[in-house]
């Protein structure tokens, strides 16, 4: 396996910051000195601080397997489950001390950088979107009422996961994520 290029390094190296410390608590030098790099090297793969974490936004989004939601042959509203399930575990993993880096970055970002704002909201469409077409497939398949509106559904889910991960955070506790298990899949979905 080929070793990992300078900029790779960099972009995992400024996930792992941005999860860990925001945004705003890292600078391009933190960022190096994790890659093991010259400062000065940064400016020769990225433009902006901003340009990198549009990057790392991408690798985090990619990392949170929203493709998982259409993997296998379980029942639509399985999956569902399955996909938050995993989600959990990546934040019981880190001790539920960094949350999810899109709400991170949507507090720290949204408001001052418009392309962020923008790669923010394509990657909350695209994760409802895909929950929206396993509500459609539970429906089609009996097992959600069609009173219910998908769309809406998904976009409260979601709504409703980053506050659930913030509870969680803050507390550092699982009780949360009880909740939100027991509200999405007991109650709404049933």
């Known amino acids: 396996m080929a070793r990992p290029s300078l900029r790779e390094k960099i972009i995992d190296a400024a996930l792992e910051c ?36 549009l990057e790392v936004l991408q690798r ?39 949350g999810c880096m899109i709400a991170n970055f949507t507090s720290e970002m949204a408001d001052h950088y418009p392309d962020m704002r923008t790669a923010l909201d394509h990657a909350m469409t ?32 979601i709504c409703a996961w980053q506050g659930t991960l913030m509870r969680a955070r803050i507390a550092k506790i699982h009780q949360p994520f009880d909740d939100f298990f027991a509200l999405i899949f007991e109650d709404l979905l049933a």
């Open 60 to 98: 985090y989004v990619d990392a949170v397997r929203v493709g998982m939601l259409f993997e296998g042959d379980r029942p639509p509203l399985e999956r569902l489950r399955a996909h938050f399930e995993y989600l959990i575990e990546r934040n019981k993993d880190l001790d539920f001390a960094r």
């Open 126 to 157: 695209r994760w409802s979107t895909a929950i929206t077409s396993l509500l459609r497939q539970a429906q089609i398949d009996g097992k959600l009422s069609q009173a219910k509106d998908p769309e809406r559904l998904a976009r409260f889910m």
């Open 18 to 53: 941005f999860h860990e410390q925001g945004f705003l608590g890292c600078s391009v030098q933190d960022i190096t000195d994790a890659a093991g790099a010259p400062k000065g090297s940064f400016y020769n793969h990225f433009k902006t601080k901003e340009a990198l974490a």
